[in-house]
């Protein structure tokens, strides 16, 4: 069987915490709330829909750090 990877970059952290925690997004204070709440939303969702087909899913954090 042949191996394939898959890299998919998503940035609806804030567009699934809205449905979880309906707030003002306009603070950056609850725009960061909301943020927190759905990246592990999105996460669990991913896992669900890549579990069907058998797909490790993971997730990485990347950060740069300016000096």
Same mark, same amino acid.
């Given at each position: 069987?042949?191996?394939n990877?898959?890299?998919l970059v998503s940035s609806?952290?804030?567009a699934a915490g809205y *449905?979880?925690?309906s707030i003002?997004?306009?603070r950056i204070g609850n725009k960061q709330a909301i943020a927190a709440v759905g990246q592990p939303y999105l996460?669990?969702?991913y896992k669900n829909i890549? *579990?069907?087909i058998h797909a490790f899913t993971?997730?990485?954090h990347h950060q740069t750090i300016k000096v």
């Open positions: 069987s042949a191996e990877e898959i890299i609806g952290a804030v *449905t979880k925690l003002v997004k306009s996460m669990s969702v890549f *579990t069907r993971q997730e990485i």
